[in-house]
């Protein structure tokens, strides 16, 4: 029988059909795909070969894969209508295809638990090479640290003169002096994807921040969102505040549960905390 092999992708620039996913949504969908496919003899790799992200993360064969351009471009892909994905899905293992590329965030995005065979493969993705790691190492004051992460939204990156409305700014430090403060039990690093934000939290409250500004892609400028990801990964504990909409973020929740940190998770409307444990319990306050 052939090997069959599903190839989680990550497209050039100019190939995607809709809007490129963040490289959270990307995360979280190696995750489902890797326990779907478990005891089924189907292969799982993943190809980020067509982006800067590729030069920056350790190249395991055993989870990254180097496909054909043409193949990459003709990738399908699954972000919202998940039923659709998994129709294919199952097409594609009754059929006599062995290769099928597909770019999803399919999975839940308030997951809690994933079988730690999952976990262990998805670490993979964040294998950084040694100059990501200590590039991060020797921006940061202290070695041990925790991780305020902020997402305000895409319009806040693609349009910096907009900025953050006051009412915003007003409920992001209420939360952190109310909430993350006085749980904090090292440095705080703070990151976002509104680098002004970033700069002027660090300023206020003496946080630590990485000096470049940052978004949640693969293109342009993947070495600041691989050192997001670095920082997120390496911490003690990681608060989550979205500001923008409510869900968790996949770049900091389901890093945190990969690497088993816990995290609290604020999100709109109503800004609730609630904390994810380090072995995966949800406890509302």
């Known amino acids: 029988m052939q090997l069959k092999r599903v190839i989680q992708t990550f497209k050039a620039p100019q190939q995607w059909?809709?809007?490129?996913?963040?490289?959270?949504?990307?995360?979280?969908?190696?995750?489902?795909?890797?326990?779907?496919?478990?005891?089924?003899?189907?292969?799982?790799?993943?190809?980020?070969?067509?982006?800067?992200?590729?030069?920056?993360?350790?190249?395991?064969?055993?989870f990254f894969w180097i496909g054909a351009k043409q193949s990459i471009a003709n990738a399908e892909e699954h972000f919202i209508d998940h039923p659709a994905a998994f129709d294919r899905l199952k097409e594609f293992?009754?059929?006599?295809?062995?290769e099928?590329?597909?770019?999803?965030?399919?999975?839940?995005?308030d997951r809690v638990e994933i079988?730690?065979?999952?976990?262990q493969?998805?670490?993979?993705?964040?294998?950084?090479?040694?100059h990501v790691e200590h590039l991060n190492a020797n921006q940061l004051a202290s070695k041990e640290y925790e991780t305020l992460s902020i997402r305000c939204g895409d319009v806040f990156?693609?349009?910096?003169?907009?900025?953050?409305?006051?009412?915003?700014?007003?409920?992001?430090?209420?939360?952190?002096?109310?909430?993350?403060?006085?749980?904090?039990?090292?440095?705080?690093?703070?990151?976002?994807?509104?680098?002004?934000?970033?700069?002027?939290?660090?300023?206020?409250y003496g946080m630590m921040s990485l000096p470049y500004p940052s978004q949640h892609g693969a293109y342009g400028n993947a070495l600041p969102v691989a050192m997001d990801l670095c920082?997120?990964?390496?911490?003690?504990?990681?608060?989550?505040?979205?500001?923008?909409?409510?869900?968790?973020?996949g770049f900091s929740h389901y890093t945190s549960m990969?690497?088993?940190?816990?995290?609290?998770?604020?999100?709109m409307p109503d800004f609730a905390i609630e904390e994810v444990t380090a072995d995966g319990r949800l406890i509302m306050p």
């Open 258 to 267: 990969i690497f088993h940190i816990p995290s609290f998770n604020f999100r």
């Open 115 to 119: 079988p730690e065979k999952t976990l």
């Open 157 to 204: 990156y693609k349009d910096p003169s907009i900025g953050l409305i006051e009412e915003a700014k007003v409920q992001i430090r209420s939360i952190i002096e109310e909430h993350v403060l006085p749980r904090a039990i090292h440095p705080i690093a703070v990151t976002s994807d509104c680098y002004e934000l970033k700069q002027e939290l660090a300023k206020r």
């Open 17 to 62: 059909t809709n809007t490129p996913p963040g490289l959270g949504d990307f995360v979280r969908g190696i995750c489902y795909l890797h326990e779907i496919l478990q005891g089924s003899g189907i292969e799982l790799r993943v190809d980020v070969s067509q982006t800067e992200f590729v030069d920056l993360i350790e190249q395991s064969p055993s």
């Open 231 to 249: 920082l997120l990964k390496n911490s003690r504990c990681n608060y989550h505040i979205n500001i923008w909409a409510g869900w968790w973020s």
């Open 100 to 109: 099928f590329y597909i770019s999803t965030n399919i999975g839940n995005w």
């Open 93 to 98: 293992f009754e059929s006599d295809e062995t």
């Open 121 to 130: 493969f998805a670490r993979n993705f964040f294998a950084f090479t040694p």
